[in-house]
């Protein structure tokens, strides 16, 4: 059984910053990725950045220059560094790990984590 366990949100002024951490424990063999994604109320859940299991980083652009997803691969955690926060940037955050084992492809989500942006 994997769990996935999000933390670091809460409530910050515009400009501030947040870190989030997601670690992922249990039976993984092998993750292909980490991702984190944001539903804001009302709107759809959206990818904002993500870890390939070589490294390569992507971001969606409303973030880019402002967030940076970063792993530690010995204890199956992400994090996600948050500067320069906007209103807009307010949603829960959910962790995804994507894993594999004899070629099969498993999707894991944690419950997720508020943060809130405003003064």
């Known amino acids: 059984q994997v769990q996935v366990v999000e933390s670091g949100g809460g409530w910050v002024q515009p400009g501030g910053s947040l870190r989030l951490s997601c670690a992922a424990s249990?039976?993984?063999?092998?993750?292909?990725?980490m991702r984190w994604y944001r539903q804001a109320p009302g709107k759809q859940r959206e990818r904002v950045a993500a870890?390939?299991?070589?490294?390569?980083?992507s971001y969606t652009d409303s973030v880019k220059g402002r967030f940076t997803i970063s792993r530690d691969s010995a204890k199956n955690t992400v994090y996600l560094q948050m500067n320069s926060l906007k209103p807009e940037d307010t949603a829960v955050y959910y962790c995804?790990?994507?894993?594999?084992?004899?070629?099969?492809?498993?999707?894991?989500w944690g419950q997720g984590t508020q943060v809130t942006v405003s003064s």
């Open positions: 870890i390939i299991s070589g490294g390569t980083t």
């Open positions: 995804n790990i994507l894993s594999s084992a004899a070629g099969i492809v498993y999707d894991y």
């Open positions: 249990g039976s993984i063999v092998s993750i292909n990725a």
